[in-house]
């Protein structure tokens, strides 16, 4: 069974600043991880994944996330936030011999002028 | 690519009529999950279909809710009776038979209002 917690449902930024979302996760099996990005009325979008090819993996718009296996987390940051960036933020895993995902609560991020 | 086609966006009804969403999910992809988002309650996976057969319902909250998937092409996922407690952006996502890693492809959302 997997399960994901994403610390702090709501995290404020200002413009240019380094955006930093934690994810934890639990898999009893080597895990796929994923960070998705939700923007108002919008479905979700693919930021990046982790497949056990790299620890540090690198998104779209400037993303990037470092799996931590020692720590069971995967985090995401990006090193200046920009206004466009803010929405919410999905982690969520999966283990190989099942197809469904497993998603944690959500990050919404604000980003300040 | 066109990717996941969901309709209706928007739909409000009122409570006791029934309700039908639509999905089209990507070409090519064998592998199809309905999910239910709500303020209280986030995202949750209602039920996923391999190959047009449904693999894991356990997510559907109660039998007023039913979901087909009668091609490759094509599910519909069902409310009869509505309730206002089903208020709620329902998501459509695929995902390819090739894929190794899980990942899935999500469309729009149909946002329902019930009344």
């Known amino acids: 069974a997997q399960s994901v917690t994403q610390l702090g449902s709501h995290v404020s930024v200002s413009e240019g600043a380094l955006v930093l979302l934690r994810c934890n996760y639990s898999s009893s099996v080597p895990p796929y991880l994923f960070w998705y990005v939700q923007y108002p009325n919008q479905g979700l979008q693919l930021l990046l994944k982790y497949t056990s090819a790299a620890t540090l993996v690198k998104g779209i718009n400037g993303f990037e996330a470092e799996f931590k296996k020692s720590e069971t987390s995967f985090h995401l940051t990006k090193p200046s936030a920009h206004m466009s960036d803010a929405a919410e933020y999905f982690c969520?895993?999966?283990?190989?011999?099942?197809?469904?995902?497993?998603f944690g609560s959500g990050t919404q991020l604000t980003v300040l002028p | 690519d066109a990717g996941v086609i969901q309709s209706p966006r928007h739909e409000v009804t009122e409570m006791g009529q029934e309700v039908t969403l639509r999905c089209k999910p990507i070409?090519?992809?064998?592998?199809l999950f309905w999910y239910r988002q709500t303020m209280m309650r986030g995202l949750e996976l209602l039920i996923y279909?391999?190959?047009?057969?449904?693999?894991?319902d356990s997510g559907m909250p109660e039998d007023r809710f039913s979901a087909k998937m009668p091609n490759a092409s094509f599910s519909t996922l069902k409310i009869q009776p509505s309730e206002p407690r089903d208020s709620a952006v329902y998501f459509c996502?695929?995902?390819?038979?090739?894929?190794?890693?899980?990942?899935?492809?999500f469309g729009p959302g149909t946002r329902l209002t019930v009344l």
């Open positions: 969520a895993v999966s283990g190989s011999s099942a197809r469904q995902l497993t």
């Open positions: 070409s090519g992809h064998n592998s």
């Open positions: 996502a695929s995902a390819p038979a090739s894929g190794m890693y899980n990942e899935q492809f």
């Open positions: 279909f391999n190959n047009n057969v449904p693999i894991d």
